[in-house]
């Protein structure tokens, strides 16, 4: 369907739709309101008739009762009919009521008094039990005929049509009388006042209400039909061109323009429509350049995620892909120390390296220094000497930053969101690699570690002395080993429990570690037992210093365990001396060491 056939259907809906849900709504609403005003008249008007009705009944009931308290009661309850008939005669008159009447509690009248009855309605009555002749209960009613002038009032000042239905079928609900707080039973006869009004007085609004918005309606439906035509060629005619234009577009023709008729949010339109194709033809060109870019810094890709062995190397290889993907002036790259193990020291790079003079690099590592430090916001550009601009993203792996990685514009030029995204990316992957670096490091450590002392392991210990041995062979030097073993360990961990034994494990090889010289070296041989290596040692000047290791032994305490006091028998053995290989050396100062053991154990014993 075409734009401006919608734009019909639009106009019709939004205008002609409302409208005749108004009407309807209004004539619904006016013949409601009508109702209920009706309604509410009636209410009304039933509420006084019937206060008017209860204040009759109670003025009845008031004065019956007064005349009772002079009549002969024993009399109206005699067996003489005729004064039975005098008495019934002389309480209708003083009760003021127009008909008296006794009788049993079967309905049977026994005496009547009056021109009126229960049959003539409207009529109020009230009435009260005697007892009668034979002891058996009577009924004494007494009737008055219903005042209806005022209740004929009440309804012509609203406007209603009313009347009385009597009916002995009718239930005590609906009755006129009500029960009077009075000793006497009240009884009345039954009956219903009605109010109404004709049915064509209420629906004539509504009717009036209909044809009122119909003839709206056939108005409203001319004034559409031109304002809709005038609205869909205003708004399709320069849609149209608009579209021609775009459809040129997709072909690849960006160099089509769109006229600009008005001011308005279609000429609005074809202005950004035009900005659009300009940009475009820009954004192209920029995309080609990057293109070019790119595909330069992905050929360094590999070799970032392939440095996993020198992080130097890793380092200098980023800020180079850099630079080729981002076409910035210069790029920069810092790898943070590290304690934790494996550890290393900072690394960073800059290129060109004739850019970054002392006061430049200064200048870019104070930048990354507050980046790290949460002082900078991270992809936000800063302003940079000579009119330049740095851009920074950190190397983030695990929620750690490793380093930073940043970029210097060329003087004048702003960095282009295409070049942040190019940045970010190399950051991540070197984040990755640096990562990777330290992983294979500490897998590297952790196969050469015992894990519980934090030692070098006996892996370790076979290797180093294989190297120092022929190190010593090739130089003429000595070398000297000593094996420490602790004496009655398995006490310890009998009584006290194998993690207060490896406590005990752990504090042994820090005192050993604390008591030899930097180039010597104390691994864990196994167990309860520790080697110490001494590279260009003789075995008469290394005696002296296991003699210092057998002594720090003695000395280790555990703060929580006061008591346990730990000795060690030293074995030691010397090479060339002793051995010439690595595994005679080790047997050698093992004898050594059992020999320490049989001798009474703490002691130092030479191969």
């Not at 008939?85 to 079967?106: F, K, P």
């Not at 076979?462 to 000297?480: A, F, N, P, Q």
């Amino acid at each position: 369907m075409k734009l401006n056939y919608k734009l019909y259907l639009f106009f019709a809906g939004v205008v002609l739709l409302p409208l005749l849900v108004a009407t309807v709504a209004a004539s619904i609403i006016l013949g409601r309101s009508g109702t209920e005003t009706y309604d509410s008249r009636i209410n009304s008007a039933l509420a006084a008739a019937s206060a008017i009705v209860s204040g009759q009944e109670q003025v009845l009931a008031g004065e019956f009762q007064q005349a009772l308290k002079t009549a002969d009661v024993a009399a109206l309850g005699g067996t003489d009919v005729n004064v039975r008939s005098q008495s019934l005669t002389a309480l209708m008159n003083r009760a003021g009521a127009q008909g008296a009447e006794i009788a049993a509690t079967d309905g049977t009248v026994i005496t009547a008094s009056g021109s009126a009855s229960a049959e003539a309605p409207p009529m109020l009555a009230s009435s009260t039990k005697l007892p009668g002749a034979g002891g058996a209960p009577w009924r004494l009613t007494v009737y008055r005929e219903l005042n209806s002038g005022s209740l004929q009032s009440v309804f012509d000042s609203q406007g209603l049509q009313w009347g009385v239905i009597s009916d002995s079928s009718l239930t005590p609900a609906d009755t006129l009388a009500s029960t009077l707080n009075i000793p006497s039973e009240v009884i009345s006869k039954q009956a219903v006042i009605w109010a109404g009004v004709p049915n064509g007085v209420v629906g004539a609004a509504s009717n009036q209400a209909l044809e009122i918005g119909l003839a709206l309606m056939g108005l409203v439906v001319a004034l559409a039909g031109v304002m809709g035509y005038l609205m869909a060629h205003n708004i399709t005619s320069p849609l149209r061109a608009l579209n021609d234009a775009a459809a040129a577009g997709s072909r690849g023709d960006l160099d089509s323009r769109v006229e600009v008729r008005s001011h308005d949010e279609i000429g609005s339109l074809a202005t950004s429509f035009n900005q659009m194709q300009d940009s475009l033809q820009k954004y192209i060109g920029d995309l080609e350049e990057s293109r070019t870019q790119l595909l330069l810094a992905l050929s360094y890709t590999g070799d970032i995620l392939g440095s996993t062995s020198d992080r130097q190397r890793l380092v200098k290889t980023t800020v180079e892909a850099a630079r080729l993907a981002t076409g910035t002036e210069a790029t920069w790259a810092e790898l943070f120390e590290s304690h934790e193990p494996p550890g290393y020291k900072s690394v960073s790079a800059g290129t060109p390296h004739g850019f970054f003079t002392e006061e430049t690099r200064t200048a870019v590592h104070k930048f990354c220094q507050k980046l790290a430090g949460g002082e900078e916001p991270a992809g936000e550009v800063t302003r940079f000497g000579g009119g330049r601009q740095i851009l920074a993203y950190p190397m983030f792996h695990d929620k750690k930053m490793l380093g930073v990685l940043a970029a210097i514009s060329v003087e004048g030029h702003q960095l282009e969101e295409s070049r942040k995204k190019i940045l970010r990316s190399l950051a991540v992957q070197a984040a990755t690699a640096l990562q990777n670096v330290s992983t294979s490091d500490m897998q590297r450590l952790l196969s050469l570690t015992d894990p519980m002392t934090g030692l070098h392991n006996f892996r370790y210990l076979t290797s180093y002395v294989d190297r120092e041995i022929k190190k010593s062979r090739r130089y003429g030097h000595s070398l000297t080993l000593a094996i420490v073993d602790l004496d009655d360990f398995k006490h310890v961990n009998d009584e006290y429990g194998h993690p207060v034994g490896d406590d005990l494990l752990r504090a042994v090889g820090q005192a050993l570690e604390f008591s030899v010289r930097s180039v010597d070296m104390v691994a864990r041989y196994g167990g309860e037992e520790f080697a110490v290596v001494f590279p260009e040692t003789g075995k008469t000047a290394a005696m002296g210093v296991v003699e210092k290791l057998r002594q720090a032994v003695a000395s280790v305490t555990l703060p929580a365990y006061p008591k346990i006091k730990m000795t060690a028998s030293i074995g030691v053995a010397s090479f060339p001396d002793d051995s010439q290989d690595r595994n005679a050396l080790l047997m050698r100062a093992d004898q050594a060491l059992y020999v320490s053991k049989g001798a009474g154990k703490n002691r130092v014993t030479a191969a």
